[in-house]
């Protein structure tokens, strides 16, 4: 007997036009749009990665005008304070990072005084000599141009004297802030070393620029800071100087790029900031 193939068409007739019956393949038209939308997918993050990468680096499309470095310090004229003449401290009345004002004593030296008095003496010796020479006339005919001439050096010792004593009185040049104090009551120093150091109230800030940024930076541009030490605390200035050149050219070894391998590497240009008035 032939079986009835009744079961099949049920199946072939219950599924719907245009659809594979259940457990067939599905490899097909379908799996094109999935490919497609995957590959879209994927470039656009690529694009969007990249967009990223250009934008934090300032790069075309997304330059600007306005430059921006981190390689920044504030800077001071410090100033070396050291005696003029040796002798012992005799006065140290300033602390360390003490605020002084121009004129302000410093530190005070005990030199001997036997140079001033031998000097003095000598003076009234040489007077009295040309007080008694004057009395003969002979005398002072033959003997005047060398009494004038001891006289003259005698004074001239004397207001040596003076500025020496003058010197034992170490005074601040200008106003400012001290740094560490080095000297100490009863020590012996000698002329010309540090015994501390003074730094004034004008500051400004060095930035190192590099060579590329350099078409847009002039001289009088506005610039805003920030400062770490400060907690971030923002500023405003304006650039003052620029270098004439890189901080290389000035160095004790300059460079030297007459090899035969060659790289180029962007050079930064020093550039000075004053800082506005009246910033809390």
Do not use: C
Request: aromatic content about 4%; hydrophobic content about 45%.
């Amino acid at each position: 007997m032939t079986e009835p193939i009744t079961t099949t068409n049920n199946a072939i007739a219950s599924t719907p036009e245009g659809m594979a019956p259940h457990g067939a393949s599905s490899t097909g038209p379908r799996s094109l749009p999935v490919r497609i939308i995957s590959t879209l997918g994927f470039a656009a993050i690529a694009i969007v990665g990249v967009l990223i990468v250009l934008f934090a680096w300032e790069l075309p499309p997304f330059g600007s005008a306005i430059e921006s470095t981190k390689n920044a310090l504030v800077r001071g004229q410090v100033t070396v304070i050291g005696p003029k003449l040796s002798g012992y401290v005799f006065e140290v009345p300033v602390q360390d990072f003490q605020f002084v004002k121009n004129g302000d004593l410093l530190v005070r030296l005990d030199v001997t005084r036997a140079a001033n008095a031998q000097a003095v003496a000598g003076v009234a010796q040489a007077q009295a000599s040309l007080e008694i020479s004057r009395q003969d006339l002979q005398t002072v005919i033959v003997n005047r141009g060398s009494l004038e001439a001891a006289v003259a050096s005698d004074e001239a010792a004397v207001e040596l004297a003076r500025i020496d004593l003058s010197n034992t009185s170490v005074v601040a040049p200008q106003d400012g802030q001290l740094g560490q104090i080095s000297v100490r009551l009863g020590a012996y120093v000698n002329s010309g070393p540090q015994l501390m150091m003074l730094v004034p109230n004008q500051l400004w800030v060095m930035v190192n620029m590099k060579e590329t940024q350099m078409n847009n930076i002039h001289i009088g541009q506005p610039v805003t800071f920030t400062v770490d030490a400060l907690n971030h605390q923002k500023f405003h200035g304006r650039v003052q100087r620029i270098s004439p050149a890189t901080d290389s050219e000035f160095s004790l070894l300059q460079p030297d790029n007459a090899t035969g391998n060659f790289v180029t590497i962007a050079q930064r240009i020093p550039v000075r900031i004053t800082v506005d008035s009246n910033q809390a």
